[in-house]
C-alpha cells in the first residue's frame, strides 16, 4: 500500500497526464515503458476537472498497475461529478485492479455557471473521500498547499480542511509544486502541530523553459525563489541551457529535501522521460 511505503522508505514517485489529442495518446504507453524502467515506487496519473475524459485516466492507471507492475494511483476530481459518477470510475479502476486513488475536488471548470458550481454534488475534498470510504474499498490520498490554497485566507484554515481530510480517511497527502525548501519545512511543522499523522509527498517540478515558470506561477501560485527566477534570467533565451539549469535547481531541491528526511518525493515528470531519467540518475 502506498501509505505504507510512504512511512517505511524514501520514496520518489512519478505523476502523468492523459495527452489532451487523442491521436499522442499511444506515445503514453512509450513513456510509461521508459519510466517504468527508471523504478519508481508509484505512478500517478491525473484526471479532468470536469471527469469526462475518466476512461483515459483508467486505461493509463490500469497499463502502469497491471502491465509494468507497478503501483498506479488514478487522480478523481468531483467537482463536475455525480454520487453515480463517481461510483462508475471507481468500479472500473476496480475492474483494472487499480485500488488507490488521489481524491481532489479539482478545479472550477471554465464552462461551470455559478449555479452548478454551488449545487455541486461535493463541496470538498473531504467530502468526496467521506463518500468513497463508505462506498468503496479503494485506498485515497488527498492533496495538500505548503503556501496554502489559493481559496483559503489563512494557511490556518488551509491546515483545518487538511485535517478534515485526514480525519474523512485521506492516507497521505502529495503536494503542491514549490521551489523554496523552506516554506515546505515550515509547512511540514505546521501541519504537524494541527496533527497531521499520515506521510506527506514532496511535489516537485522541474522548470525547463521561461515560458513554463509562468504558466506554472499561473497555474498553482507557488511562490518563484529570486535564485530560480534568476536561472530563467540568464537562461531563458537558450532552451538546451535553460533546461540543464532548470533540472539541475530541481535536483538541488530534492537532495536538500531527501537529507532532510522527507516521506517522498513526487515528481510532476510533464510526461517528460529524459528530464525523470536524468533526475533519477542524479538522485
Ligand atoms: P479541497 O481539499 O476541497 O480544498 C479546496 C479549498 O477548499 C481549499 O481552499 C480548502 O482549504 C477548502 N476546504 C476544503 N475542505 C473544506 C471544508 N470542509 N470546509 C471549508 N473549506 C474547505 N486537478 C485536476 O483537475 N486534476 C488532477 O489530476 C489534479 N491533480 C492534483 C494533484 C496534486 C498533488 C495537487 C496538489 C493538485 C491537483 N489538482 C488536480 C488541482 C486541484 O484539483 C486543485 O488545487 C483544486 O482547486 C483543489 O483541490 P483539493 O482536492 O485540494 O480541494
Do not use: W
Request: charged residues 25%; hydrophobic residues 40%.
Amino acid at each position: 500500500m502506498i501509505k505504507d511505503m510512504l512511512e517505511d522508505n524514501r520514496t520518489v514517485s512519478f505523476e502523468v497526464f492523459p495527452p489532451k489529442k487523442d491521436g499522442e495518446f499511444k506515445s503514453v504507453f512509450e513513456l510509461l515503458d521508459t519510466l517504468g524502467k527508471l523504478s519508481p515506487d508509484f505512478i500517478s496519473v491525473t484526471y479532468g476537472a470536469g471527469g469526462s475524459r475518466s476512461h483515459k485516466t483508467v486505461e493509463i492507471a490500469s497499463y502502469i498497475q497491471n502491465t509494468l507492475g507497478i503501483d498506479a494511483v488514478a487522480h478523481m476530481t468531483c467537482v463536475g461529478s455525480t454520487r453515480e459518477d463517481l461510483l462508475s470510475v471507481a468500479d472500473s479502476l476496480r475492474e483494472n485492479n487499480v485500488t488507490h486513488v488521489l481524491a481532489l475536488r479539482g478545479d472550477r471548470p471554465k464552462d461551470m455557471s455559478d449555479e452548478q458550481f454551488a449545487a455541486r454534488a461535493f463541496a470538498h475534498a473531504s467530502d468526496m473521500i467521506d463518500f468513497l470510504r463508505e462506498n468503496t474499498d479503494l485506498y485515497m490520498g488527498g492533496a495538500c498547499y505548503p503556501e496554502k490554497h489559493f481559496e483559503s485566507f489563512s494557511m490556518e484554515s488551509d491546515l483545518n480542511s487538511l485535517k478534515k481530510k485526514q480525519e474523512a480517511g485521506a492516507e497521505y497527502f502529495i503536494s503542491q509544486m514549490f521551489f523554496d525548501n523552506d516554506y515546505y519545512y515550515s509547512f511540514l511543522e505546521k501541519a504537524d502541530k494541527k496533527g497531521i499523522t499520515v506521510p506527506i509527498c514532496a511535489g516537485i517540478m522541474p522548470i525547463t523553459s521561461a515560458k513554463q515558470l509562468g504558466t506554472t506561477i499561473t497555474l498553482s501560485g507557488s511562490s518563484i525563489p529570486k535564485r530560480l527566477s534568476d536561472l530563467v534570467a540568464t537562461y531563458g533565451e537558450n532552451p538546451e541551457d535553460m533546461r540543464k539549469a532548470g533540472i539541475d535547481y530541481a535536483i538541488r531541491q530534492i537532495l536538500d529535501l531527501q537529507e532532510n528526511g522527507v516521506n517522498g518525493i513526487h515528481l510532476y515528470t510533464m510526461n517528460r522521460a529524459k528530464m525523470a531519467a536524468e533526475i533519477m540518475a542524479a538522485i
